[in-house]
């Protein structure tokens, strides 16, 4: 069982390191736009959303290289974790929507990449909890899913609230 998991351990290794990478990032992109962001409705919030998405990603892949752990035991770990995570992350990307009138589009934009970086982790614990290897798959689709949505967040943190 444990060697389904161990084949996982460099992509882990290189997501840890990666997503540890990218917070730091996001937290200097953050410190110098900190005045704009505080005076933003829902950026804190969005800014948090962004933090989490990536710190998900590290501490999934934190939970991965635990060693001689079974498929059912991560997809355990993962199932709890993931599970809070993405109920935080929802929460606090509603709390980031301005007040008044919003387009259809915002909402897409705001909640599609969030779910892509959310939900694969959430079915993905679930089908290792069943002592099948392929829930590592929907857990790598949450990785991938999560960065992109947190580097789309960082760029309007960064760049767009500029304009």
Known sequence: METAIAEWKDLFVAAAGASAALAGLVFVAVSINLESIIKGKGLPERALVTLMLLVGVLIVSLFGLVPNQSEESLGTELLALTGILSIAIGVFTVRSFPSGEMQLSWYVSRFV??????????????????GNA?????????????IIAAVMNAWVLLVEILR
């Open 113 to 130: 990449p969030v779910l892509f970086g959310t939900v694969p982790y959430v079915v993905g614990a679930a089908i290792l909890i069943g």
């Open 134 to 146: 392929a829930g590592l798959d929907w857990i790598f689709a949450g990785m991938i899913g999560a």
